[in-house]
């Protein structure tokens, strides 16, 4: 059994950071009118991460991310604290998120369906800003038309991309207690081969 036939098996192809969800995702909800502002925090999101995502977190506000999660059809999906925040995590205080709403979100995004077309389009060029490409992107090609945010923390690693395959097609892995290395690899090698089952490069 390959791979691909093994996740097909298990019905679980899907994974992501709670990181995606506050940075590009957020922007485009109720701060729309804050539109330029926004978007200079959310390229350097893609390139600092964690810093950058709570100044969204902040200026958007955890009540209103929460808000936003539900009017999504996200239920699953919760945001109750800054990263990193330890004090807020020995309250109880965690964010979660669940594949299928991430699946969900980027469907929006590709389908130019996400608020407006032209916020999606802004997500998504934010998306392919991303810096760390050595997941999804890694054996399908660093340089490929992959728009992809990563979550990095201890023996935690996801990745989630829309995938400009010929056919494209939305990737979300997350992880938890996992060996990092051997599960990046596995992100790697699934990637590609649903890659080249969906027609490989586009023309």
């Known amino acids: ?29 109720i701060y729309d009118g804050a539109a330029v502002e926004l978007l200079d925090i959310r390229y350097k999101t893609c390139a600092l991460a964690t810093g950058a995502t709570n100044m969204m977190i902040r200026t958007v506000g955890l009540d209103n991310l929460k808000a936003f999660f539900e009017e999504m059809g996200c239920p699953n999906s919760k945001i109750e604290r800054e990263l990193f925040d330890s004090a807020a995590f020995e309250r109880g205080l965690d964010n979660y998120f669940a594949p299928a709403d ?12 996400f608020v407006s077309p032209e916020m999606s389009e802004k997500i998504e060029e934010t998306l392919l800003l991303q810096q760390i490409r050595h997941k999804i992107p890694g054996y399908i090609g660093r340089k ?10 201890g023996n935690t690693t996801h990745d989630t991309a829309i995938v400009f395959a010929k056919k494209p097609f939305i990737l979300v892995v997350a992880s938890n207690d996992t060996n990092v290395p051997e599960t990046e690899r596995f992100i790697r090698e699934i990637a590609l081969e649903l890659y080249e089952e969906n027609g490989g490069d586009q023309e």
Request: no cysteine.
């Open 102 to 113: 991430i699946a969900k979100l980027y469907k929006l995004i590709y389908n130019r369906e």
């Open 144 to 153: 490929k038309k992959i728009a992809n945010k990563t979550g990095e923390d």
């Open 1 to 29: 059994m390959t791979l691909l036939q093994l996740l097909k098996h298990l019905n679980t192809l899907g994974i992501v950071s709670i990181k995606v969800m506050s940075i590009s995702l957020l922007v485009a909800n």
